[in-house]
């Protein structure tokens, strides 16, 4: 039986930095080489999904005169947006918060950039065609849509495996994953498993499901051309990922 939804996020939002510190290490270089060739100075930036914003100090630097609207529904990821924001003097003065889908978020000039990253996978088909459309009425004329998803592209089976062992004081903290396809659909269901533990005591443990559509690049670039907008780079580094523009690719 699957969770809760409020509840899953709640579990995985307290973990959620530790569960992707390692992720974010190799990715962050990737990242800013991407956003430096592709769109070297913005003024507005939407991160969509953006979790506990992990990216808004990478982009304050990298943009320093930027705005960024920073779209999370996630109530329980908010609680560490706003931590971070408010942390960070810089954060404060240039994030937005919105406490929304994408398919809500009001912006009544261009965006130089929108970011969709480890997220893309949660939208139905239906939810991803109305993104594309939005998506690009909302971009400048030069503006960009970065996107990834993940290195697998059809469903199969993943054996459990961990992504995270971390101390914190004199506890540690475990957290491993592994997935199973959904029969007759797209959909992958992964198992997240949160351990915390006192010494060698196990003092809590929680186990999340969470279904992502999984698929690769080559879907995302024929459901983005519906939209008007065209792959203008490919990377398949650290994480497989799209720049995408609006108009056609001869343009």
Not at 100 to 109: A, V
Not at 168 to 191: C, F, H, K, N
Not at 206 to 211: G, M, P, Q, Y
Request: proline share 4%.
């Amino acid at each position: 039986m699957m969770m809760n939804e409020d509840l899953s996020y709640l579990i995985s939002a307290e973990f959620y930095d530790l569960m992707s510190e390692q992720h974010w290490l190799r990715r962050q270089e990737d990242f800013v080489r991407i956003l430096q060739t592709h769109k070297p100075y913005a003024k507005r930036v939407v991160d969509v999904g953006c979790g506990s914003g992990k990216s808004l100090p990478l982009l304050q630097k990298l943009y320093p005169e930027v705005h960024i609207h920073a779209v999370e529904p996630s109530g329980a990821m908010r609680i560490a947006l706003m931590t971070r924001v408010l942390g960070e003097a810089a954060l404060r003065h240039c994030v937005s918060i919105y406490p929304s889908t994408f398919e809500y978020l009001k912006i009544d000039q261009p965006v130089d950039i929108i970011l969709l990253s480890g997220c893309v996978g949660f939208f139905t088909p239906q939810e991803r065609v109305r993104f594309w459309a939005k998506a690009s009425s909302l971009l400048a004329p030069e503006g960009i849509i970065v996107v990834d998803t993940m290195a697998i592209s059809s469903p199969l089976c993943v054996a459990q495996q961990q992504v995270a062992n971390t101390r914190l004081g004199t506890q540690r903290y475990e957290i491993s994953m592994s997935g199973a396809p959904v029969d007759g659909t797209d959909l992958m269901r992964w198992r997240m498993q949160f351990d915390q533990y006192e010494g060698e005591d196990l003092i809590r443990s929680h186990t999340v499901l969470r279904d992502w559509h999984t698929f690769g690049l080559d879907r995302v670039i024929s459901e983005a051309a519906e939209a008007d907008l065209y792959a203008a780079a490919q990377e398949n580094n650290s994480v497989p990922t799209l720049v995408l523009k609006r108009g056609s690719a001869s343009h």
